[in-house]
């Protein structure tokens, strides 16, 4: 971490030196986002405490534009504050497994008032290349920020994307800390099965690498690779085909995941020292190994603001999916990425059903609705198949025009059951504003 520092401060000193120029300051935008949040998960068929927690959250965000010349110097600027307005849950006070809630972390075993976290990311750009140290928030499929909670998750690291070549988006990048959704501090990272917070073991190496190529205005293909040091390897395919029909149009979408173990992970006796990962571990030397295959298929077809999805998404072999997963919420580029589960465990196959409406057809610009359904079968765990499934409603408005124009309203809501999990129902309602600074 402390490369990172350095390296962002270098770029913002330099900045800093030339701010006087026209492109940093005119081109720099500022905005204060207020968000309200309010959390609720009931277990039903177990003894943990229910979840309820609300809180309101203001997060600063400062971009600065570049400093003129060939090479180019800016300053990107976070500070996110959280008030806890309430806790009666399982954060209010400890529950039976001393568990955090999840919006807010815990001190002395109770939810904390509040928290907060700061970032500034060191940025320089030469011709149509960026090279970004500091805070990061990443949307890759080998990597994406969670951001279903009152603050954002961010990361710390490197990166460098150029559009230099027509078509084609290239990045690379290195990861080195992770600052979760409900935490003020940087930590390791690490994957399910080895993200124990006491006894758990994590990595500052996480490299990634990939590209995007737009073949046509209808096709895009991706490919991407990214290594967790002592974890795994991993290699993504992706293909997204708009085929607009006479009547509506139709989204293709094809996604492969292929994980293998790496460094400590591959041997046996870096996995007896706990670098191991979740899943079917079966008896012999191979148990706890990252072994995994994962792809999907979605299919959406749209008209007139209606919207419907099939989807299937199959995993194979002996471990977990793995992904960078400290235990208290994630976000995977995955059809299955739902509000609560993400049925990526080993053997599993989901089939994914959604339907949504956008109601400006019926003259109520801003509304649209969504219903989601996923079913999972086949899980590989404790010798035994099981199964598990979840459906999702969700409501979103954000006001189209006069005095509060951009304030939205979310509801969304999830029940998942399964047989070797919890039952849970879940809501969520959020309030969202944003104020332009500059």
Not at 178 to 195: C, E, H, P, T
Not at 207 to 229: C, H, I, M, P, R
Not at 399 to 418: D, N
Request: charged share 20%; hydrophobic share 35%; glycine share 12%.
């Amino acid at each position: 971490m402390k490369h990172t520092t350095c390296l962002a401060l270098a770029v913002s000193l330099g900045a800093a030196q030339q701010a006087a120029a026209s492109g940093f300051i005119d081109d720099s935008k500022a905005t204060l986002d207020l968000r309200n949040f309010y959390y609720n998960q009931d277990t039903r068929n177990a003894k943990a405490a229910s979840d309820k927690e609300w809180g309101q959250a203001f997060m600063f965000n400062y971009q600065s534009g570049f400093t003129e010349g060939p090479v180019g110097l800016g300053l990107d600027l976070q500070a996110m504050y959280g008030l806890r307005l309430d806790a009666s849950g399982r954060a209010g006070k400890a529950g039976e497994d001393n568990t955090p809630g999840s919006v807010f972390p815990l001190s002395d075993g109770k939810a904390a008032n509040d928290f907060s976290k700061t970032g500034a990311t060191g940025k320089m750009r030469l011709s149509q290349t960026q090279f970004k140290a500091g805070t990061l928030v990443p949307k890759m499929p080998v990597l994406m920020s969670e951001d279903g909670r009152l603050l954002p998750q961010t990361f710390r690291g490197y990166q460098v994307d150029s559009k230099e070549l027509k078509d084609f988006n290239l990045i690379a990048g290195k990861m080195e800390q992770v600052l979760d959704r409900n935490s003020s501090n940087g930590q390791g990272m690490s994957i399910a099965g080895a993200n124990d917070p006491t006894k758990g073991k994590f990595s500052n190496q996480f490299y990634y690498g990939g590209v995007d190529y737009a073949v046509s205005k209808q096709l895009q293909v991706q490919y991407y690779y990214a290594s967790l040091e002592n974890f795994y390897q991993q290699h993504f395919l992706g293909l997204v085909h708009n085929w607009q029909l006479p009547l509506g149009q139709l989204k293709t979408d094809l996604r492969y995941f292929y994980s293998t173990a790496d460094g400590k992970n591959a041997s046996a006796a870096g996995r007896g020292e706990g670098y191991v990962s979740s899943g079917y571990y079966g008896a012999g030397v191979n148990s706890g190994k990252v072994d995994n295959r994962l792809w999907s298929a979605m299919f959406t077809y749209g008209l007139h603001g209606h919207s419907v999805g099939l989807g299937y998404q199959k995993t194979t072999g002996e471990s977990d999916f793995p992904h960078i997963n400290q235990g208290q919420g994630r976000s995977l580029y995955l059809i299955t990425n739902s509000q609560s589960l993400k049925f990526v465990n080993a053997g599993e196959q989901a089939t994914v059903g959604n339907y949504t409406y956008d109601f400006t057809g019926l003259g109520i610009p801003g509304l649209k609705s969504s219903v989601t359904y996923i079913h999972g079968t086949n899980i590989r765990a404790a010798r035994r198949d099981n199964s598990e499934w979840e459906r999702d409603l969700r409501v979103d408005y954000v006001v189209p025009t006069g005095t509060f124009k951009g304030l939205g309203l979310t509801w969304r809501s999830a029940v998942l059951r399964g047989n070797d999990t919890p039952d849970k129902d879940e809501t969520r309602l959020i309030v969202s504003y944003s104020i332009p600074l500059m």
